[in-house]
C-alpha cells in the first residue's frame, strides 16, 4: 500500500510538472503576440506621422513647390504639362510685346519680337526645376520644400533662348560693334633718311555677351523697354613699340661688286634684290627667295644674260639672279639669320669667296631664310653702278658682338684637260670648216673642294665658329670644235692659234 501511495505521488508530480511548462509556454506565446502589435502599431504610427507631415516622396514629384515661378509666370502645384502650357502661352505673348533697342555711340539697333519664333525649348528647364529638392533624405526635401514656400524659387529661362534667331542677330550687333586692338606698329621705309618710324595702335573693344543678355532678359521680364547700352570691355594693346624702336639697328651689311657686268645682268640683280627692299619678317617667319622674286620672265621684267648650266655660261634669262641671292645670303648669315636652304654652284663665283655663293634656279634650287630672332628684322637693298648691297636690321646684338665668315680651301680638283669634237652638225661653220681649223668653245677650270665657317667675336676676342659648309666645285674640261670638210687639192690652213691643254698635274707639297 505504502508502494501505491507513493506511486500516485509520484504520477501527481509528473502531472503538475507537465500542466506547468504549457502554462509558461501559454504565457510565452500571449507576449511575444502583445510585443509584435505594439511595434506594427508604433511603426504604422510613425509612417501616417511622417506622410501627414512630411508628405509623400512619389506624389511630390509630379507637381511643384509652392511658390514656385518660371520667367516670373507662377506654376505652383502645376504638373510638368500643366506649367508647359502656362509658360509657353505666356512667353509667346511676351515675345509679340517685346520690343528692345541697343545702342552703342552713335548706333541704334531694335530687336522687335514679332520678328522671331517661339521655338519654346523649355521642357528641360522645367523637369530640371520639377526635381530639385526631392533628392536625399526626408528631412532634407522637407526643409527645401519649406525653404521654397518662404523664399520662393524663381527660374530665369534666357530669352535668347527662346526666341528664334535673336541670339543670332545679338551675335551679329555684337560683331558690328566690336573692335579689334591693333598694337602700334613699326614702320619701315628704307629709302628714307629716318627709315623707321611708329604708327600708333588702336585701343580695341569686346562686347560683355554674358552682362548683355541679363540686360535683355530683364527688360522683357519687367516690360521696360528703355534702350540698353551695350556692354563693352576694351582691350588695350600692350606692345611697347616705343622701347622697340629703340633696340633697332643695323646687324648686317654685305656687298659684291657688279662693275663689269652688262646692262641686261644689272637690271636682273635689280629686279630680284628690289623685291626685298623694305621687306619685314616676323619672327618665326620663312622667306623663299623664289617665291619672292617671281619667275624670271621677260613678263615680270627680267632680261636675257648667261646662266651658268653644266659648268658652262650660256645665254638665259635672268642672268645674274644669283649674285641677288649670293648678296643676300651673306647679309643673312652675318646677321645670324637661320638659313633653310643654299646652294653652291657648280663653278665657283667670281664675286664671293668658295662656299659662300648661294644658287637659285626656279624648279630645284632655292634660298630659304627664317627669322629665329624674338624680334621682327627689316631689309634694305641698294644697287648703284658698280656694288650691290644687302643691310639687315633688327634687335641689336649684345653689346661688343660681331660675326665673321671665314672661307677655307681644302684642295684643288685637277682638271681632265681639253677635249676635241667634231662640229658635225656645222653648228660653228662661222667659226671652223675644214679638218685641222679649231675653235676653242670653253677652256679647262681646275675644280675645289672648301669649307665655309661662321666666327662670333665677343670684343674682338674668336669665342666660337661653327662649320656651315662643305662643298665641291667639279672641275671643268675644255672643248675644241674642229671642223669636219677635207681640204681641197693646193689648200693650206692658217697657223692655228688654239693651243691643247694637257690633264693638269697638281704638284705634291
Known amino acids: 500500500m505504502k508502494k501505491d501511495l507513493e506511486k500516485d505521488r509520484k504520477t501527481l508530480n509528473e502531472n503538475n510538472t507537465k500542466n506547468a511548462g504549457k502554462e509558461v509556454k501559454t504565457k510565452r506565446k500571449k507576449s511575444s503576440v502583445i510585443w509584435l502589435f505594439t511595434v506594427a502599431f508604433i511603426a504604422v504610427g510613425l509612417l501616417v506621422f511622417c506622410q501627414f507631415y512630411f508628405g509623400d516622396p512619389v506624389n511630390d514629384k509630379t507637381t511643384y513647390y509652392q511658390n514656385t515661378s518660371v520667367n516670373g509666370i507662377d506654376v505652383s502645384g502645376l504638373t510638368k504639362e500643366e506649367a508647359s502650357q502656362l ?42 526645376i520639377l526635381d530639385y529638392g526631392r533628392e536625399g533624405n526626408i528631412f532634407e526635401k522637407k ?36 573692335k579689334v586692338s591693333s598694337s602700334s606698329q613699326i614702320k619701315f621705309e628704307p629709302n628714307k633718311t629716318q627709315m623707321f618710324s611708329v604708327v600708333t595702335g588702336n585701343t580695341g573693344y569686346i562686347v560683355d555677351r554674358e552682362a548683355l543678355s541679363n540686360k535683355i532678359d530683364e527688360a522683357i521680364a519687367t516690360k521696360n523697354f528703355e534702350a540698353i547700352e551695350i556692354p563693352l570691355t576694351e582691350i588695350i594693346p600692350d606692345v611697347d ?10 646687324r648686317s651689311e654685305f656687298s659684291t661688286s657688279y662693275s663689269t657686268s652688262s646692262i641686261k645682268r644689272k637690271n636682273n640683280i635689280k629686279k630680284a634684290l628690289s623685291n626685298f627692299n623694305g621687306m619685314t619678317i616676323l619672327p618665326g617667319e620663312e622667306v623663299s627667295f623664289n617665291k619672292t622674286t617671281g619667275p624670271r620672265t621677260k613678263e615680270n621684267g627680267y632680261e636675257n644674260a648667261n646662266i651658268i648650266i653644266d659648268g658652262s655660261y650660256v645665254p638665259g634669262t635672268g642672268g645674274g639672279v644669283c649674285q641677288a641671292s649670293t648678296t643676300l645670303y651673306n647679309a643673312l648669315l652675318l646677321a645670324d639669320i637661320e638659313v633653310i636652304t ?3 654652284h657648280s663653278l665657283p663665283a667670281s664675286y664671293v669667296s668658295l662656299s659662300f655663293d648661294a644658287m637659285v634656279s626656279e624648279g630645284y634650287a632655292d634660298l ?35 660675326i665673321k665668315t671665314r672661307s677655307e680651301l681644302v684642295k684643288i680638283i685637277p682638271h681632265s684637260g681639253d677635249k676635241i669634237i667634231a662640229d658635225t652638225e656645222g653648228k660653228y661653220s662661222n667659226q671652223v670648216l675644214y679638218k685641222g681649223e679649231y675653235y676653242r668653245l670653253k677652256y679647262p677650270k681646275q675644280g675645289y673642294e672648301s669649307k665655309g665657317y661662321l666666327e662670333y667675336y665677343k670684343n674682338g676676342e674668336l669665342v666660337e665658329e661653327k662649320q656651315i659648309r662643305h662643298d665641291h666645285y667639279q672641275p671643268q674640261m675644255g672643248i675644241i670644235i674642229e671642223g669636219t670638210e677635207k681640204l681641197e687639192d693646193g689648200m693650206t690652213l692658217p697657223d692655228n692659234s688654239v693651243k691643247f691643254i694637257p690633264p693638269q698635274k697638281i704638284a705634291k707639297s
Open 87 to 128: 509658360v509657353s502661352s505666356s512667353l509667346a505673348k511676351e515675345m509679340s510685346e517685346t520690343k528692345i533697342v541697343l545702342k552703342s555711340g552713335d548706333k541704334n539697333w531694335e530687336l522687335n519680337g514679332s520678328e522671331f519664333e517661339y521655338v519654346g525649348n523649355i521642357e528641360n528647364p522645367l523637369a530640371e
Open 143 to 178: 526643409r527645401i520644400e519649406n525653404q521654397i514656400k518662404n523664399e520662393g524659387l524663381n527660374v530665369n529661362i534666357p530669352y535668347t533662348n527662346l526666341f528664334g534667331g535673336m541670339q543670332e542677330k545679338i551675335e551679329q550687333i555684337c560683331k558690328d560693334v566690336e
Open 241 to 250: 613699340t616705343e622701347n622697340l624702336l629703340k633696340q633697332i639697328g643695323k
Open 342 to 344: 643654299a646652294h653652291h
Open 368 to 402: 630659304v631664310f627664317k627669322n629665329n630672332t624674338d624680334a621682327p628684322i627689316f631689309i634694305k637693298t641698294i644697287c648703284d653702278e658698280n656694288n650691290v648691297t644687302v643691310e639687315i636690321y633688327g634687335k641689336n646684338f649684345e653689346e661688343g658682338t660681331e
